[in-house]
């Protein structure tokens, strides 16, 4: 449990802002609200950051800076297809962020990557940016398509669902491995100890 909540608390972190203006438009269907919320609850999280002397990561500023960009459209024009796009954005972002070899090292236990291959955690390093183009594509899709109540919707479970989903999926894909190449490091070097001493 303590390897789960060391993945799940730096990844909730730096998606908060975005998954604070889902929760928020889907609940009052309020762009204003939503939208400044989430810029305000972003520039709150680097500033503590930076307060505190640590680095703000990466996916934290991209989110950041789209929320704010596509944000402030969607408040100086009114225009509702700036917030409804926004997700797009932001998701395109983030998966071309992702798409950097090594990027998911900081959400690693480092007691479970010892036991991971190098390869396997750039995989789903990949696997995960894929999910952030399909996410982007979709939202698109029904944005344009289907209008904001049915958006609104695709908001609410879509994005959230599927990252919930692909997180199990991971984790208990990296738990099985970490732990059957533990136990088969533990066994030849329990067999190396016997063949010595005899």
Known sequence: ????????????????STILFAVLMAATHNVYLSTGAAIAMGALQAAWQKARGKQVAGMQWASLGLVTVM?????????PRFVMIKPTVIYL????????????????????????PPSLI????????????VTAVAN?????TLGVKAWTAFLAVF????????????????????????????????????AAAA
Request: proline fraction near 4%; hydrophobic fraction near 55%; aromatic fraction near 12%.
């Open 1 to 16: 449990m303590k390897n789960l909540a060391y993945a799940i608390r730096p990844l909730a972190l730096d998606m908060f």
């Open 71 to 79: 944000g402030s459209a969607s408040l100086l024009t009114g225009d």
């Open 93 to 116: 972002t983030i998966g071309g962020v992702m798409m950097r070899r090594g990027w998911m090292e900081r959400y690693m236990p480092p007691e479970a990557k010892a036991y991971l």
């Open 122 to 133: 750039v995989a789903w390093g990949y696997v995960w940016a894929a999910l952030m183009f």
């Open 140 to 144: 698109l899709v029904v944005a344009l």
């Open 159 to 194: 994005p959230l669902a599927s990252k919930l989903g692909l997180f199990a999926v991971h984790y208990l894909s990296f738990r099985f491995i970490a732990i059957r190449n533990h136990r088969a490091q533990s066994a030849a070097t329990g067999e190396a100890a016997v």
